[in-house]
Each structure stands twice: as C-alpha cells, then as structure tokens.
C-alpha cells in the first residue's frame, strides 16, 4: 500500500527533498494482504473459486496483493462473517442475500418460493437494474460491497410418492430448513413441515420421521437419499444464491488500481465462471438421478405458484415495502 499524502507531508520540508530524489520514483508498491473468509469445506465448488480469484487478483497486481483464504469457518461462519465485514474487522468473504436480511429484511426476497422462473430468469435478475440496485444499497445500508453476485443453484423435491402437481405434496411430512419461508411455502403447500438437521434426512426418510425433502439436485446424489426416495421433482422452487463480498471500508481504503482488479477477478471468477460450473453441476446431478429414480422434470408450476400468496404476504408484512418493491420487479422481468 502506498504511503498517503498526509503522511508524507507530516515529514515536513525534508519530506520534499526525498519527494524529489530519482530512487522514490521507482520504489516498489507496498505489498497488501486480504483476508477471505467462508464457512465451507475446501472441497466445495466456492472454495477453488477463491483460489482462482486470489490468483487472478495477484496477477492483475504483479504479486502486490496477496489473499489470504481461510476456508470452513476458521475464523467466521456464515451470518459471522458478513458481520465482520460491516465492522470492517474481515477483508472478504462469500454471504448470501438471505443472511444480509438479518439487517436489512428486503434483501430476503431471492428466497421467495416459485418466484424466479428459471437460471435466464435469475441471470437477468441478478446482472440488471435489480441486481445494481441491491449492490447500491447493501453498501449503504451495510457498508458491504458485493463485487459479483454468484449463483448456488435451484432447488428440487425428493419424495416417497409421485409428485405432478403442488396437491401431491398435501399431508405428506416434508423436511425443511428451519428458515421462515421454507416452513411458510411447506405450510401454503399443505404439508407438515418438520425442520430436521440434514445429516439426518436419509435415516429419517428410512424410519418414516419424513416422507421428503427439498434441496439442491447435487446434495441429493452426494447424500444418496435417493436410496429411500424413489421421486424427485424438478420445482426449481426456491433460488440459492451465494455472492463474493468485502468490506466497503477496507475497499475504500485500497488504491484505484487494486480496487479493479478485484472487482474485475470477482465478476470473472463469480458472474462467469461459477455460473457455468454451477449449470454443469446441477444439470449432471439432475440427470444422474434420472437415471437411479422416478424423475419429473416438468410438473405443474402454476400449481405451486398459485399457492405462494400467503409466503409472500407473510414475507412482505415483516420486511416491509422495500421488499414489495424487489418481489414486484423481479416478477416483471420474469414476464419481459
């Protein structure tokens, strides 16, 4: 990092006599180290994503910027680590717009169940005028500036008995997160939501605590629950998304050209990289199931969507019109 104006001005008139000596001109930029943190193992797809930012970042700066990765929360977890950034006590690292409405409650709207209509949806979302408006009020409300919002994938059912429409989940016990919205969709649905720790779920599918679940398509091949639930549903009801964040004051702190190279390491990296590998991911995880399991790729949608009032009624009641607005404006660039 280089030496500020002030401080070199604090040295007096001998300051300037150094200012114009030949050598000062060709010194070295002083190197900067980042702090990344994230809560996941380093075998997960965001974690080789930081590394390749770090690198990109390294490159773009001829080794000035180091980025120190601390990955499976070593120093912060999720909602910790976005904390952290607000206080400027951590550099960067991977959050969520879900956790961000602990503070800011609008921010939860990307988890509306049925409300994005697919990834083109979202891609518009999240790269357009919606996505820029949330960056713009995270860091002014948060003092969190996200440089690329990222994607995780869709989310599907797994279930013991055939899933067509939205009616075929009635009565039956369904595992969720314990996260408002998923029971409130689990409710509007007519099952019996159970919140279960997810180490749990192939056990409690074998015993009959539950009779499905809901999760991303690559959980369920990694979990292999699909031994005990021989139906999985492609809803792609709810959107997880995960973004790449830091610290608007430690950012504004940084040089110019810094600045640029992380933002433009983040978005190659998040907006473009991840992506891609998130559609693979998902898209073989789908059709290996496929092949093990009763598959349904295109069930009734309406079905569900219609039963979404009552979420998002919920949802905007406790987050306000803020939250209104973001739900409004997604839905209309689903219909553009």
């Known amino acids: 990092m280089t030496i500020s104006r002030r401080k070199l001005l604090g040295y007096g008139a001998g300051a ?15 190197p900067i180290r980042l702090v990344f943190s994230h809560h996941v193992p380093t075998a997960h797809l965001i974690h080789g994503v930081a590394e390749k930012f770090a690198d990109q970042v390294k490159q773009a700066t001829n080794g000035q910027v180091t980025i120190d990765i601390r990955p ?95 009616d075929d989940l009635r009565g039956i016990k369904l595992r969720v997160p314990e996260i408002p919205v998923y029971v409130d969709m689990a409710r509007a649905l007519g099952t019996n939501p159970t919140p279960i720790p997810a180490g749990e779920i192939y056990t409690a599918l074998q015993t009959g605590v539950i009779d499905g679940f809901e999760a991303p398509a690559d959980f369920v091949t990694s979990g292999k629950q699909y031994e005990v639930a021989k139906f999985v549903t492609r809803t792609y009801h709810i959107f997880t998304e995960v973004s790449m964040m830091a610290s608007a004051k430690k950012m504004a702190s940084l040089p110019p050209n810094v600045q640029k190279a992380l933002r433009d390491a983040a978005v190659d990296t998040t907006a473009k990289q991840m992506w891609e590998a998130n559609l693979k991911i998902q898209g073989e995880a ?44 997604v839905q209309a660039a689903g219909k553009a």
């Open 286 to 329: 789908w059709t290996e199931l496929a092949s093990k399991v009763s598959a349904n790729a295109s069930p009734n949608i309406p079905s569900f969507r219609s039963k979404m009032g009552p979420v998002i009624d919920n949802f905007v009641t406790k987050a306000g019109p803020k939250a209104k607005a973001y739900i409004e404006a």
């Open 72 to 166: 499976a929360s070593q120093l912060f977890n999720l909602r910790t680590s976005s904390e952290a950034l607000q206080l400027g006590t951590l550099d960067l690292c991977w959050s969520d717009l879900g956790t961000m409405a602990n503070w800011q409650p609008q921010f939860g709207f990307t988890s509306i169940p049925f409300l994005f209509n697919d990834y083109d949806h979202v891609k518009k979302v999240l790269y357009g005028p919606i996505g820029e408006q949330v960056t713009k009020e995270a860091k002014d409300t948060l003092g969190i500036d996200i440089l690329s919002l990222g994607a995780s994938g869709f989310r599907i059912f797994v279930t013991k008995k055939e899933i067509k429409s939205a």
């Open 16 to 30: 300037a006599g150094v200012l114009a000596m030949p050598y000062v001109a060709k010194a070295q930029a002083q």
